[in-house]
């Protein structure tokens, strides 16, 4: 018959956490296999961590500034006064740096009370933190090189070409009453500026940001900031949505140009809410989606995941194909960044976005778990 004693002890030691258990003075009943082989390749004598050593003096004689918070820690949860403790420490030697988490739990045994400490390797974790901060940091400096540094020289070149096109001297082959090759390009900077200045800076959104929208109120404010030509807007359903209001026009605004681009001059947008139950009342909440589709010649499965990711494009992917749709229509103006800021806007709500095709055959754009009421319910 097994004994158990040993199948814990085998489990403790298995445990890549050093493990040791103090009883309610603190002194070190049992350490396993890892907690040992630390001290060891420390070179720490039995004195400083082994059985039978108070943990809380050796932590209470130590420099360290961590060492006396522990043993506060320890002592706290050993006199009752605390459920738990826990601390982050580094803890590096001469050829790597690490870091680790302590906890301590207590525990009742046989009318005797006993603490399980436990130190747990977080260098990965931290690794990543630290990765994630600089990463943030450097697209804080990236979102003002695009605000400041750029964006105010371009003003200043547009104001200039501007300027040539009205003077009878210069031929910047642009027709009457049109654009210059050279606004053209200098504008097509300035959008490829907003798109990446509005990816860099979505963030995740509080309930303080939130405010009742009307779906349909959102959608065309978006449709009169997109060169539309002579496409058509088509609205569906009377309903509101809780959202950002600057971020959620970003969403339209982009699936709109999206859709303009890559389906053509004439296409058909519809906008409607997906099927939700709703509450009783006009204005009462109720978890739902809405959807917004086209009716050209759709996104082909296989490229459904793609076209979200920043950056791609026809010329990354077909050469002569659009960002969506993978038709020969030339695009100039596709940043290859549009739907990235639209999935970043959903993600920001903590909504979800699928692409799906429309009863026409085009793309459809589905966005889920969205807090939405009925305006107009008389139920």
Not at 108 to 129: C, P, Q, S
Not at 251 to 273: C, Y
Request: one cysteine or more; glycine letters at 10%.
């Amino acid at each position: 018959m097994t004994d158990s004693r040993s199948v814990v002890t085998a489990g403790f030691d298995a445990q890549p956490a050093r493990v040791a258990i103090l009883d309610d003075e603190g002194e070190i009943v049992y350490t396993n296999g890892s907690w040992d082989a630390f001290g060891d390749e420390q070179g720490l004598p039995d004195a400083a961590g082994g059985v039978g050593t108070n943990y809380l003096a050796v932590c209470e004689g130590s420099d360290a500034d961590e060492a006396a918070e522990t043993a506060r820690g320890i002592r706290a949860v050993a006199d009752g006064d605390r459920e738990e403790f826990s601390l982050e420490y580094p803890c590096h030697t001469p050829e790597q740096e690490h870091w680790f988490v302590m906890r301590a739990t207590p525990y009742d045994h046989e009318g005797e009370r006993f603490v399980l400490v436990m130190h747990v390797d977080i260098t990965e974790r931290h690794r990543l933190e630290q990765r994630t901060q600089a990463q943030a940091e450097r697209m804080e400096g990236f979102a003002k090189l695009l605000s400041h540094d750029l964006r105010n020289p371009l003003s200043v070149a547009l104001a200039e070409a501007h300027a040539l096109e009205q003077d009878d001297g210069v031929d910047l082959g642009a027709e009457d009453g049109g654009c210059s090759q050279l606004r053209s390009s200098l504008e097509r900077m300035g959008s490829i500026i907003d798109d990446a200045l509005a990816l860099v800076t979505i963030d995740e959104i509080t309930a303080a940001d939130l405010s009742t929208i009307p779906l349909a109120m959102a959608a065309e404010d978006a449709w009169k900031h997109v060169y539309t030509e002579s496409a058509t807007l088509s609205m569906t359903g009377t309903v509101a949505v809780r959202a950002d209001g600057s971020l959620v026009s970003h969403l339209f605004e982009n699936l709109f140009r999206n859709a303009v681009e890559h389906a053509g001059d004439d296409v058909t947008v519809t906008v409607g809410p997906l099927e939700h139950s709703s509450g009783d009342r006009a204005g009462e909440t109720a978890l739902g989606g809405f959807y917004v589709e086209d009716d050209g010649p759709g996104i082909p499965l296989e490229r459904r995941e793609q076209v979200f990711e920043s950056g791609y494009s026809a010329d990354s992917s077909e050469a002569g194909k659009s960002e969506a749709t993978g038709s020969t229509r030339e695009v100039d103006s596709n940043s290859g960044f549009g739907l990235a800021i639209v999935r970043e806007v959903a993600d920001a709500h903590g909504w979800s976005i699928s692409i799906t095709e429309s009863e026409n055959g085009g793309a459809r754009f589905e966005i889920r778990d969205v807090s939405m009421c009925d305006l107009y319910s008389n139920n």
